[in-house]
């Protein structure tokens, strides 16, 4: 009915003292609503992010659209390669033209296998990512649904590794992963206006 946490770290001088659950769990909740990111900055992580994944789209598509014509190109070869056997008889020739066919069928089934890679075309940004993002807008919500599973989940998703706490002065120095890192990093960025002039100091 009154849960405690005791340290069990030997040679700490609060080795096997008890801390009170509910003060731990205070101070815990304190924590992550610190690393929760506002709505205004999710938003902005977020249009980024769909920003460079269609950019990453688009050059994907540009390589499935040159594996495609590399495809056409060695198939011309391969086709101008035979004719060219159909039109010799020397026997050494002909070898060297069939190694060489070989060769360019290998390249065109390689560039043919990657032309149709494309199966990444189906999963839209949404599909993809949506929870994702669900879960950093409000991991708070998720550790008050008082599921272990859901709590423990929130440890290995928010925080890199388990969280160093002293008694008197709560949890110190948590490393977070790298997304609210990254959140972070934007929230403490100084952004201003420039001026409306140019950049450099103005001429006679």
């Known amino acids: 009915m009154y849960p405690y946490f005791w340290c069990r770290t030997k040679g700490c ?3 096997s003292k008890m801390i009170n659950h509910d003060k ?3 101070e815990f909740k304190e924590l992550l609503a610190g690393v929760q990111p506002t709505p205004s900055l999710l938003m ?7 920003d460079a994944y269609e950019m990453h789209m688009a050059q994907a598509q540009d390589r499935i659209k040159a594996f495609k014509q590399e495809t056409i190109d060695l198939e011309k070869q391969i086709t101008n390669l035979v004719e060219r056997i159909m039109e010799t008889t020397n026997q050494a ?6 190694k060489k066919i070989d060769l360019l069928e290998k390249k065109r089934q390689i560039a043919f296998e990657k032309s149709n890679q494309n199966g990444s075309e189906k999963d839209t940004f949404k599909d993809l990512f949506e929870l994702s993002f669900q879960f950093l807008a409000n991991p708070c919500k998720i550790w008050e649904s008082k599921r ?7 440890l290995k998703l928010v925080f890199l590794e388990h969280l160093p706490y002293t ?3 709560g949890f110190l120095n948590p490393k977070k992963s790298l997304p609210f890192n990254a959140l972070e990093g934007f929230n403490s ?4 206006m420039v ?3 140019r950049f450099e100091l103005p001429t006679p």
Do not use: N, P, W
């Open 44 to 50: 902005l992580f977020k249009t980024m992010f769909a």
């Open 167 to 169: 008694r008197g002065e």
């Open 24 to 26: 731990m769990e205070t």
């Open 189 to 192: 960025i100084e952004c201003k």
């Open 195 to 197: 001026h409306s002039e």
């Open 13 to 15: 001088d609060q080795y």
């Open 148 to 154: 272990f599973d859901l709590q423990r989940l929130v």
């Open 93 to 98: 020739v002909i070898t060297a033209y069939e």
